[in-house]
Each structure stands twice: as C-alpha cells, then as structure tokens.
C-alpha cells in the first residue's frame, strides 16, 4: 500500500518514511504544502500523513485541495497544533484522524493500519460483482468482461437489487416496490419489459447467463452450476 508523508521537519519526514517502508509501505515524502498537494492530486495514494504548518500552503489547504479533488483517501493530520479548536477544524474539513507530536511511533502505526484496513473494506462495499460482471455503486457504472455496458436509471437499479440479493429469486411484487416504489399491478408488464432489456444488455452476447426466470415466482441473478 502507498502512503504520502507531507512533513516539512526534515528529521521527522525521515523518521516517518524509514519507520513505515520498514513497516512494508510504500512512502512518498514531500517538504510542503505545494507539492504534497500536486502529489495527492496527481497519485493514488492509500492514506496521506499531514503535518499542519507548512511551507507554501498548511495542511488545512493540502486536506481541502485533496477533498475537492475528489480523493477519498484517509488523511491523518500530525502536528504540533495540540489546541481543541484546532482538532475539531481538521477533522471538520475532513481528516480522518488527528495526532498531537511529540508521537509515538508504534501508536502511529496503528492508526495507519486501522484506516487502512477501513479503507479497503469501503472499497470492496463500492462493487457488486458476479462472474465477469462488476456494478460500480460510486461511478454508476457496469462493465462484464471488461466491456462498458450502458444502462437506464430503472436497469441499474434492478441490476444492483439482482446482485445485492444474488442467487435468491426475487417476486415481482418485491422488485416492484424496491425499483419502482410501487404496489405489483399483476395487468402490467413493465417488469418484464425492463428484466428482457436487462438480459440483451447484460447476458445477450456472453455464454454465460446470469439472470434467470423462476416461472411462476420471479427472477433470479446466479451463477448455474
């Protein structure tokens, strides 16, 4: 995993990189605001340490350019700034965690490793998949084998109650009520106009089909044994 280090304090920034490479991550570390922002901008990183009195731009700046930019990253704040104002301002701008130097090393590694790991399970949360085929919750998107499929609001939607409910044969009155907010009206067909524009889309051109028909109780997502 990669982690920035933005650290102007030349023999804490190298504490820091030593310490966490030796912990088995991979460290980039930059000596101020400006470029530890271009770099959390421009990288992808797992998780950024950030002290607070920077050269160039502070750390509350590098949190807000990171955040608008769209970066879900945990960002831990380092700093000497022990004052309860200016805790709450950090974590109120969107740091994840907040650490009052003189620190120790062991307890750092800790909350790096906690964020992490709360860090990937949210990512993992993010996807829906079945086979070769992935629902993106966070983009909107659906790919099978690797191919961008395009799909109406409704057709996500189902999609995504398909999967979150895999291998279990959904009733039309349920997939009414949860895509469509409304009662099962047994005289329309609007359920099975939308599941067959699903499957053209989803099962039409691969060998493997995934949504099934269970006449008489509904549909199902799976994949057959």
């Known amino acids: 995993m990669k982690i920035l280090v933005v650290e102007d304090e030349i023999k804490t920034g190298d504490y820091l990189r030593q310490g966490l490479t030796e912990a088995g991550f ?33 750390g509350w700046a590098v949190l807000q350019g990171i955040r608008r930019a ?4 945990p960002v831990l704040f380092l700093t000497a700034r022990d004052q309860v104002q200016d805790r709450v301002h950090g974590l109120e701008l969107g740091a994840d965690d907040y650490m009052v130097k ?21 990512k993992e949360s993010e996807y829906l998949r079945a086979a070769d085929l992935e629902l993106d919750l966070m983009r909107r998107r659906v790919t099978r084998a690797g191919r961008r499929i395009d ?13 979150r409910r895999q291998g279990e044969v959904l009733p039309r009155s349920l997939i009414a009520s949860q895509v469509w907010d409304m009662n099962f009206d047994s005289d ?14 989803i099962d039409e051109d691969f060998e493997l089909k995934l949504i099934r028909t269970v006449r008489g109780m509904g549909y199902v997502l799976e994949i057959a044994e």
Do not use: C, W
């Open 26 to 58: 991979v460290v980039d570390l930059a000596r101020d605001g400006l470029d530890g922002l271009h770099l959390a901008q421009t990288d992808a990183y797992d998780l950024a340490i950030l002290d607070v009195m920077l050269p160039g731009i502070d």
């Open 70 to 73: 769209g970066k879900d990253m």
């Open 102 to 122: 003189p620190f120790a090393f062991a307890e750092l590694l800790a909350r790096v490793r906690i964020h992490l790991r709360r860090g990937s399970k949210a």
């Open 151 to 163: 799909l109406t609001v409704k057709e996500f939607a189902l999609l995504e109650l398909l999967l």
């Open 188 to 201: 329309t067909n609007v359920i099975e106009v939308a599941i067959k524009r699903l499957r053209l889309k």
